[in-house]
């Protein structure tokens, strides 16, 4: 994982637990990625499956 990554990922954790809606991420927690990354997996696309 790169810095500038990791970086964004607690600033996303930070900003969350102040009360941002998890919607507003432009990191995923789940998969410790950039949220466009990832957003075609079947765990965002379908999430009702999981
Ligand atoms: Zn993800």
Known sequence: MD???AAA???DDDAEDAGMHPD???TC???QC????????PM???PSAY
């Open 24 to 26: 507003e991420r432009s």
């Open 9 to 11: 990922l607690k600033r």
């Open 34 to 41: 950039w949220a466009e990354d990832c957003a075609d997996d």
């Open 29 to 31: 927690w789940t998969h």
């Open 44 to 46: 965002h696309t379908h």
């Open 3 to 5: 810095q500038k990554l």
